[in-house]
């Protein structure tokens, strides 16, 4: 697996939408790859803390939110 595929299969795993060959590779390429490791962690951070600022009744998200993004933050 490619450091690209694996960006791409970010949303299906956090969907739970991955078959189990995929998820191993998933496992296998970010055990060896640090750079994989800490983009994943970021993206996971980013959702967060975009929960955390979405919380209040009044927040809104930026208008130059990207609309998956925010679709994304919405699913957790």
Same mark, same amino acid.
């Given at each position: 697996?490619? *450091?690209? $595929?694996?960006? %791409?299969?970010?949303? /299906?795993?956090?969907?739970?939408? +991955? %078959?189990?060959?995929?998820? !191993?590779?998933? =496992?296998?390429?970010?055990? !060896? *790859?640090?750079? *994989?490791?800490?983009?994943? =962690?970021?993206?996971?951070?980013?959702?967060? +803390?975009?929960?955390?600022?979405?919380? $209040?009744?009044?927040?809104?998200? /930026?208008?130059?939110? /990207? $609309?998956? +993004?925010? =679709? $994304?933050?919405?699913? =957790?």
């Amino acid at each position: 697996m490619t *450091c690209r $595929e694996f960006t %791409e299969f970010i949303g /299906p795993l956090l969907d739970g939408d +991955l %078959e189990a060959h995929t998820l !191993a590779a998933l =496992r296998e390429h970010v055990s !060896a *790859c640090a750079d *994989c490791l800490k983009y994943f =962690r970021n993206h996971l951070d980013m959702i967060r +803390l975009a929960r955390a600022a979405l919380a $209040e009744p009044d927040a809104h998200a /930026p208008l130059d939110m /990207p $609309e998956d +993004l925010m =679709r $994304e933050i919405l699913k =957790r």
